[in-house]
Each structure stands twice: as structure tokens, then as C-alpha cells.
């Protein structure tokens, strides 16, 4: 099993990113795909979910109205549209796939807010 992200990069304050995460290897229909994000020194933490057939949606507070998780189970690919960018979202970007039984993830993609 695979996930492979793409899409960080540099961005200024008030701009927007959208990342990519291409699935191999397993159902990807049958999964819950989330994005995580972790800085130096703290926990890694959720910042959206989505669940299988792509209905539901959760959202960390600090991300709610600014980012929405997107999937399309015809590709094995899951989105992160992130606008309104902050220096906080600041971070490298973890793809998560989980099924209760399996749980896998990507390598990450950097993210950084700056001018």
C-alpha cells in the first residue's frame, strides 16, 4: 500500500494550496482518509477527515470554513483545498488512510506560510 501527496510548496499569507494524495495498494473506497499536519516539537495533528463514501466530513476548529477535504473513489485520490492561509498552518502535511484494521501514511508535503 501507497500514499503519495503533492501539492505543497511556499504560498503568502492569505493564499491558497491544494494537495493531492494518490492511493495504491489497497480499497481505497473502503477507507477513511484524512490529513494530518505536524510541526517540530508538537503532536501530529488531524485537520480534516472524510469518510467512505465521501458524505461526511470532520474538520479541526482551526481549519473550519478555510479547508475542505475532498475524495474521488474513481481515482484513489484524496484533496485538501486550503484558502485563507495562515502563518500557523505552517507544517508538513500527512495523507492517512485507516479502515480500523490497516492504517497508512504518506510521506508528507511541506507547507509554508510566509511572506
Known amino acids: 500500500a501507497q500514499l503519495v501527496e503533492s501539492g505543497g510548496g511556499l504560498v503568502q499569507p492569505g493564499g491558497s494550496l491544494r494537495l493531492s494524495c494518490a492511493a495504491s495498494g489497497f480499497t481505497f473506497s473502503s477507507y477513511v482518509m484524512s490529513w494530518y499536519r505536524q510541526v517540530p516539537g508538537k503532536e501530529r495533528e488531524m485537520v480534516a477527515r472524510?469518510?467512505?463514501?465521501?458524505?461526511?466530513?470532520t474538520y479541526a476548529d482551526s481549519v473550519k470554513g478555510r479547508f475542505t477535504i475532498s475524495r474521488d473513489n474513481a481515482k484513489n485520490t484524496v484533496y485538501l483545498q486550503m484558502n485563507s492561509l495562515k502563518p500557523e498552518d505552517t507544517a508538513v502535511y500527512y495523507c492517512?488512510?485507516?479502515?480500523?484494521?490497516?492504517?497508512?501514511w504518506g510521506q508528507g508535503t511541506q507547507v509554508t506560510v510566509s511572506s
Open positions: 492517512n488512510g485507516n479502515n480500523l484494521r490497516w492504517n497508512y
Open positions: 472524510i469518510y467512505e463514501l465521501g458524505r461526511s466530513t
